[in-house]
């Protein structure tokens, strides 16, 4: 979409005010008046214009592919050979691979059975078929709009940069406590990986749905008892590179420069929990590349520093696409987490998610092995109950990463209620697995 001057004013100043850090401290000062001073005055300083968006260096040698690999071991290995795993349906497997990475696969042994150029795809554009999308711009005006409807509940904040310098931006929802002690938090994140636009899209516009039915009962309830974070663009730069030419380019990793003539980390194998180990490449070229070491990349760095300022933070859902599941950890790991109180409720509530939603449950490891993942490094290192769900759609065929405009509001609709659901169980995500306690799914109207 072709971005308002406005909007990427804003976007510019936004991330100029988080680099001074101004918006990080409106959100840590104790302020939550939702009066969001910070950002709007972020707004009117006015600095300068958005970061461009480089070109990759490398030419694109990748391919959309289709592998027949039997089990999960060999799944795996696939992964750590370099092969981007999109989707599994029986012994086919579909994803994305440069040349480099079908050499090794061939080499490995493993037949590709179809491959086609991304760039033969058909050019689509996000504007003006997709429009309904948000880039960035847009995405920093939405959250701009929602802290202005949401007086007194809602504040705009930057939780640190990315490799080209975008904000990257976030909202708190949540009235004041009462008793002046920190809430139990929730938080929900976007676009890791870039092309995967409708992750984006459902956490914006729950944040949306939050703050316009701020007054019905039970929303009011959850946003006195408990603080909501949405953060929907962690790969800012990634999401803009992938839409900046009017045809979607496939771009998974963020841009980080390799060195090598090859650009771009996986920010879901950037994490530190196994860092480096299966299902993670150590090529740089290849979608799936881990980075130099755990936390290389300011992106992962900023998600850690958020989650490190919020003890009070108990549960995480990070959006991906596609597939239509529901994952919890481990997925770097082929073996149960071994807390089996914990395991319970990570079922419980993943069951209960896959229910209203129609995806399938299960653990992230279940398909293939994959280390370094956002989740698995939120409940190793900080106890936080962390589910990855794959949104819509559920194959290639059906549209992939690009399933179209009609695939927003079903998607955000049928997401709700499993994200007030996993908000309400902030307090104590343990109460998961006690079915009794839980209320019978209800429809979110929307
Ligand atoms: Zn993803």
């Known amino acids: 979409m072709k971005r308002a001057l406005g909007l990427a004013l804003a976007a510019a100043a936004l991330a100029a005010s988080a680099s001074a850090g101004g918006l990080w401290d409106a959100l840590f000062d104790g302020d939550s008046d939702g009066s969001s001073g910070g950002f709007s005055a972020a707004v009117a300083a006015l600095t300068g214009e958005a970061a461009s968006v480089k070109p990759v260096r490398k030419a694109d040698d990748r391919y959309w592919v289709t592998v027949r690999i039997d089990g999960k071991s060999a799944r ?5 050979l370099g092969l981007s795993i999109e989707s599994v349906e029986g012994s086919l497997v579909g994803g994305v691979a440069d040349l480099s990475t079908l050499k090794r696969l061939k080499d490995a042994g493993i037949e590709v059975q179809s491959r086609r150029a991304l760039s033969g795809f058909r050019p689509e554009d996000f504007p003006p078929a997709d429009g309904i999308y948000h880039n960035y711009g847009e995405i920093v005006s939405e959250l701009q709009s929602i802290s202005s409807a949401g007086s007194g509940f809602v504040s705009a904040f930057s939780i640190g940069t990315s490799v080209q310098g975008r904000a990257i931006p976030g909202l708190r929802l949540g009235y004041p406590s009462r008793d002046g002690r920190a809430k139990p938090a929730a938080a929900f994140l976007g676009a890791h990986h870039a092309r995967e636009h409708l992750s984006t899209e459902v956490p914006l516009l729950l944040a949306r749905w939050i703050a316009e039915h701020a007054r019905e009962a039970r929303v009011k309830r959850l946003l006195e008892t408990r603080d909501i974070y949405i953060l929907p663009v962690i790969n800012p730069d990634g999401v803009e590179y992938d839409i900046a030419t009017g045809n979607y380019r496939w771009q998974r990793k963020n841009l980080k420069d390799n060195g090598d003539g090859s650009v771009g980390v996986d920010l879901n194998r950037n994490y530190d929990f196994r860092f480096g180990g299966e299902g993670a490449s150590d090529y740089p070229g290849s979608d799936t590349y881990h980075g130099p070491s755990a936390f290389s990349e300011p992106e992962t760095r900023a998600v850690r520093s958020f989650v490190e300022a919020l003890p009070n933070l108990k549960l995480m859902v990070s959006y991906h696409t596609f597939s239509e599941l529901v994952m919890y950890p481990w997925g770097g790991a082929d073996e149960p987490i071994s807390d089996g109180r914990a395991l319970a409720a990570f079922k419980a509530m993943a ?39 794959e949104l819509t759609p559920k194959s290639q065929g059906q549209g992939g990463f690009y399933p179209g405009s009609g695939a927003v509001g079903p998607t955000v609709q049928k997401n709700i209620e499993p994200a007030l659901y996993l908000i309400d169980l902030a307090d104590d995500p343990y109460r998961a697995a006690n079915a009794t306690a839980m209320a019978a799914p209800k429809e979110a109207g929307i």
């Open 351 to 389: 069951e209960r998610a896959a229910q209203w939603t129609g995806y399938r449950a299960m653990q992230s490891s279940e398909l293939y092995v994959a280390t370094g993942d956002t989740c698995d490094w939120a409940w190793a290192a900080k106890g936080i109950f962390c589910l990855t769900f």
């Open 76 to 80: 795996t290995r696939a992964a750590s």
